[in-house]
């Protein structure tokens, strides 16, 4: 990093700058190059001017580059640009989502403790804890996402943090952040929320009184599927312990993926409106429809979570579900007649993706778990892309007609 900050250097606080501005300028420091774009720094090493300086660097006297798996310019954009945009003290940037989420639990937890997790989590999550947290002594217990006295049952002497995710995947729910944070704080607990479906351009679960914030980068902050990331967010104090964790454990994220996130960021909040525009569009359209059973997606008056996501969420995102009338082979036939749409698992891409939970990402379930967690045989998750909204209409309309 050189000294040529002039303008380069955002003064957020001072300025008071917009969620675009934050999104396409801060975090930026250019080098004597003077490039307007942010630069890759493809290196895994730094060099030091001289056996003193190695020494004052490695010490920590000085400050300044070692090596890629402690700093990396490019990596550090990043970090400071989601941090400002989640309105946190610091950042943290993983390999994955998953290893965002790991490493926080790692920093902040020891063996004896205990977590209270949404039922409605991302399947990965739920397993993460059931086949390698508790093999390490720390507990989990899971409740209901939209349920605040499952929540404070579920709570022990030993709980450490809540996590959840609002909205889920894929029915749409709707938690109260600011509930769940005092009720967690009263506990002397984190919440800990993972942001990915909203991303800070439509949530800021900080600003609703949350501790850290994890992201899976690879959906919405990519926003293009072309790659795997993950960030941690909150206080300087956790994000130091993050680190610690990073640096020693190794899941740090790669300059290229960061650079990519970079420039992604810059249409963040467009792309983030466009989603939920056409979601919304296709929302109301499918709601219309006969053969469909039930629409789930905040943005619609008649879903339970819509007044509070109306509070608490600037826009209702792009993910929705809904159940077409009949059982697991009308919703194949459904999904097999689509044209356009990409059958996959994956979402929060410019291509719409449709998928079939029950047999794809929430397939590992038990039957008993995937009726508490709503996931029916003729469910189908749509995450709305970036097409024009007709076209996609028209797609899922040769599946109703499959039907
Ligand atoms: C995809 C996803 C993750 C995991 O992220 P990866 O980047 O695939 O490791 C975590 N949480 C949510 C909500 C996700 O959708």
Not at 149 to 173: D, R, Y
Request: charged share 20%; aromatic share 8%; with cysteine.
């Amino acid at each position: 990093m050189t000294d040529n900050k002039r303008k380069d250097f955002i003064e957020e606080n001072e300025l008071n700058l917009g969620l675009d501005t934050l999104a396409i300028r801060s975090g930026i420091s250019r080098t004597h190059e003077g490039e307007h774009c942010e630069p890759i720094f493809t290196t895994s090493s730094y060099v030091f001017e001289s056996a003193e300086q190695a020494a004052a660097r490695f010490s920590g006297d000085e400050e300044g580059n070692v090596y890629s798996r402690y700093t990396n310019p490019t990596v550090r954009t990043f970090e400071d640009r989601i941090a400002a945009l989640e309105g946190a003290e610091a950042a943290v940037a993983t390999a994955s989502g998953m290893s965002a989420i790991l490493s926080t639990f790692l920093a902040l937890l020891q063996a004896g403790d205990h977590v209270v997790c949404s039922r409605s989590v991302f399947g990965t999550t739920t397993m993460l804890f059931t086949k390698y947290l508790q093999k390490f002594g720390i507990g989990v217990s899971f409740v209901s996402l939209t349920d605040v006295s499952g929540w404070e049952q579920a709570i022990n002497s030993k709980t450490k943090c809540l996590f959840l995710e609002t909205p889920s995947n894929p029915l749409c729910e709707v938690a109260d952040i600011a509930q769940l944070s005092e009720l967690a704080h009263a506990n002397d607990c984190l919440l800990i929320v993972d942001n990915c479906f909203c991303t800070p351009a439509l949530q800021r679960p900080l600003d609703l009184g949350a501790d850290i914030v994890v992201h899976s980068a690879t959906k919405y902050l990519d926003g293009q599927g072309r790659c795997l990331g993950g960030v941690v967010v909150g206080g300087a104090e956790h994000m130091d312990q993050v680190l610690g964790f990073i640096r020693t454990c190794g899941p740090t994220l790669s300059p290229f993926n960061a650079w990519i996130f970079l420039k992604s960021l810059e249409t963040l909040n467009l792309r983030m409106q466009a989603h939920s525009v056409n979601a919304l569009e296709v929302a109301w359209w499918l709601n219309e429809q006969p053969q469909i059973e039930k629409v789930y997606y905040c943005g619609l008056p008649t879903h339970e979570g819509h007044t509070l996501a109306r509070e608490q969420q600037k826009h209702f995102g792009g993910v929705l579900s809904f159940k077409v009338k009949g059982k697991r082979e009308d919703a194949w036939s459904f999904i097999n007649a689509t044209r356009i749409l990409s059958i996959t698992a994956n979402l929060g891409d410019a291509k719409t993706t449709i998928v079939h939970p029950a047999t794809t990402t929430h397939g590992r379930l038990s039957d008993e778990e995937k009726q508490q967690a709503g996931i029916s045989d003729n469910l189908i998750r749509v995450a709305v892309g970036l097409e024009t909204a007709k076209d996609i209409i028209d797609d899922l309309d040769r599946g109703i007609h499959a039907l």
